[in-house]
Structures are given as C-alpha cells and as structure tokens.
C-alpha cells in the first residue's frame, strides 16, 4: 500500500517566543497508507485540531515535512497548497457548515462545478454519496430541514465530492446523539472503504476509534500507539 499521508518531525508552537508560548506539538511522526482509516485520539486541548489543520495544509508547521501522496507541501506556496488541498484533501467538521440556502444535493453538487465537473456528472456523483450513507430521500431538503445526523451525513458526502485521496475529520459525530453518531460513523467507513480513502479521524469516542484500522494518541506533543 501506497503512503498518502506522512508527516515527519513535525513541531508546532503558537505565540512562539513570547511568555504565553504554547508548545503543541513536540515532533509528530505518521503514515497513513491508501485504504487505511487511523483514529486520533488525546484529551483536550492535546492538539488534534492543530495536528489535522496542518496535515490538511490549512496551517503550517515550525519544522518538520508534510508529505501529501508522494508530494512534499512542506515548501509550496499558497496558490499551490490550496490547489493541492482542493484536489486531494476532504474535511468533515464537528458542525456541520453546509449552506443553509441550498438543498443536500446542491451543496453535494456546487464544489464539483468548481472544480469543472458537468452537471450531470456531479449530480450523479452527489445522488451516488447520498444513497450510500442512505440519505437520498433528502436531496432536495436544505440543510434547515433535516436532522443533525443527516446533515453530518451530507457533509461527509460534500467532503467526498471532488474524489480526494485524504479525509481528515474534527470529532465528525462529536455533535450526535450515541445511536446516530454510530450510524453516521458506519456509514462513513464503508464509503471510505469503497473508495479506497486514506483517513486520519480525531474522536473522544474509545469505541469508534476502536472500529478503525489503528488508534494513534497524541501524548505531550507526540503520537503514541493507543493500548
Ligand atoms: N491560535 C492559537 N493561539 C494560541 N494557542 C492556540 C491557538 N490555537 C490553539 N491553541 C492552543 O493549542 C492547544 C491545542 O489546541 P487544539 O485545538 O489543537 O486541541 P484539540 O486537541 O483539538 O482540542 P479539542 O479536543 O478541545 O478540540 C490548546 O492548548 C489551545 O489552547
């Protein structure tokens, strides 16, 4: 299996050099391969947000690399991060962001058109995510009108539009109630599964993690095998 996602000696402060510096991460060292879904793990405040923002080139790192399928991201500039990140990267929130005036569909729909697709063929491709996390007859609802778990689900469909190779997630069920945070969960891995995703997924939930590939936690700065 092919490497999708590795960060090497990556360190973080924020603040730095001044007296309320906050030192996060302390050298981080991950793989995460095609078709693998790794948990995050840490207690609050450990640094999962930062650790994701900077895998997913929303943030940088003091030092360290950032390799994004084979490219390393480390020394590119804005144009070419946002590029990359737009091609390859998908993000799911705690909450959900979807935009409140368009229906499940559009909003599945919009990011593809922006990235050139037709629209039938990005219709297609949203109406294909909806039916496999089994919100389809909600297509034309707009966000307003469904519940939390159908809204999480649409927004994990959206961060699939544009096919990325990397799902990064910030607590995607932390917002749900037990039963749907695991339905939403499930869901969520069997389509990572059909297509073939490398995701690296920060939960509070021991349980969840547990269903994934590998648990990782970020202890003092650094990622640990979780036991
Ligand atoms: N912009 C910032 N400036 C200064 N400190 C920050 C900034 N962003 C985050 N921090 C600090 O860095 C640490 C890590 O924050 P981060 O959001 O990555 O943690 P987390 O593990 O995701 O937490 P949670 O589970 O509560 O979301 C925290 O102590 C936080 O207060």
Not at 16 to 41: I, M, R, S, W, Y
Not at 77 to 95: L, P
Not at 179 to 193: G, H, N, P, Q, Y
Not at 208 to 214: N, Y
């Amino acid at each position: 299996m092919s490497n999708m996602l590795e960060l090497q000696g990556v360190t973080k402060h924020y603040n730095a050099g001044k007296p309320n510096e906050v030192q996060v991460l302390n050298g981080v060292d991950l793989t995460v391969k095609k078709g693998e879904v790794v948990a995050l793990v840490a207690p609050s405040g450990a640094g999962k947000s930062t650790l994701l923002h900077i895998a997913g080139m929303l943030d940088t790192a003091r030092s360290g690399r950032v390799v994004i399928d084979g490219t390393d991201v480390t020394g590119l500039d804005d144009t070419a991060r946002t590029a990359m990140r737009r091609g390859q990267v998908g993000f799911i929130y705690q909450f959900h962001h979807l935009l409140p005036e368009f229906s499940a569909l559009e909003n599945i729909v919009l990011p593809q058109l922006a990235n050139g697709v037709s629209q039938r063929d990005a219709e297609a491709r949203a109406l294909k995510l909806l039916t496999s996390v089994g919100v389809e007859a909600r297509a034309d609802h707009r966000p307003a009108a469904m519940s939390g778990g159908e809204q999480q689900r649409v927004a994990f469909c959206r961060a699939l539009a544009n096919r990325p190779a990397l799902l990064l997630a910030d607590e995607p069920t932390g917002n749900l109630d037990p039963a749907t945070s695991d339905r939403v969960f499930e869901a969520l891995m069997k389509v990572a599964r059909d297509e073939g995703l490398a995701a690296l997924i920060a939960t509070h939930n021991m349980e969840l993690a547990g269903k994934m590939d590998r648990v990782l936690r970020l202890d003092n700065g650094v990622l640990v095998p979780a036991t």
